[in-house]
């Protein structure tokens, strides 16, 4: 459908789950979520897994930077629901089975993980996913890295700052959009906006028919979205 905001789950569903969970991923998947939201960085032995942070201190009962931690270490941490730090591998197998749009974000802009855009989009293109993975990132530079590795994804520059010229940043960059912290002019270029959580402000970007809606609670935006009615011009 035309004009149709999508609906994204960020980091899963951090309403009811640990954020960037395989639960809460599930649950959303399960309950016909339109897309998903999450971050990636890479292990000291370049695994790509899922989490926000660039430690793990906030979300886990473990302590230390991704980087410095083998793959076979972050295992010994777990989320506050018992699960371990999830692996893109571990989401891509089970997002492959339902119609959804993956919004992936290189998790660049503080730590700089060596060939993290090679690994993902190699690890990406063995699956057989539904929809082409939007790959985001605050960092222009992964983004960058990314298209020379294949011009042919969706790369969306993260940001909270005003852009004067969007259309021509995005011909520049070969960008397909941009994932906004606030709609901002022209209407008409694609943007998903982070994070909404305000059923008013989910109203106003559905009136405003924004690409997509990245929120904390997407079954509320959910039913706002199946009762709107959209403002005529």
């Known amino acids: 459908m035309m004009n149709q905001t999508l609906i994204f789950g960020h980091r899963g569903f951090p309403e009811k789950f640990p954020e960037n969970s395989l ?35 906030r979300v886990s009962d473990g302590h230390g ?22 692996t893109l591998n571990g989401l891509l197998e089970l997002a492959k089975r339902y ?16 060939n993290i855009e090679q690994i993902v989009l190699e690890m990406v293109h063995d699956y057989r996913l539904t929809y082409p993975v939007i790959y985001s990132s605050f960092n222009l530079k992964s983004l960058q890295n990314a298209y020379r590795l294949d011009t042919k994804q969706n790369y969306c520059l993260l940001t909270d700052q005003t852009i004067v010229d969007p259309e021509q940043l995005m011909q520049r960059e070969h960008l397909s ?16 906006i982070w994070t909404v959580n305000d059923a008013n402000q989910i109203q106003t970007l559905l009136d405003l028919k924004v690409s997509g809606i990245i929120t904390d609670n997407f079954e509320l935006a959910q039913a706002i979205k199946a009762h709107h009615h959209p403002v005529m011009a």
């Open 23 to 57: 639960s809460g991923f599930e649950y959303a998947l399960t309950h016909q979520i339109d897309g998903l939201e999450f971050d990636v960085h890479l292990t000291k032995d370049q695994i790509p897994v899922i989490i926000h942070d660039e430690t793990i201190d």
């Open 65 to 86: 930077f991704i980087k410095e931690m083998t793959f076979n270490q972050l295992r010994r941490f777990h989320l506050k629901n018992g699960e371990p730090i999830p």
């Open 99 to 114: 119609p959804v749009h993956l919004n992936l974000e290189f998790k660049t802009n503080f730590v700089t993980y060596p």
């Open 177 to 192: 959009g941009f994932h906004f912290s606030y709609a901002q002019s022209p209407k008409h270029i694609p943007q998903r």
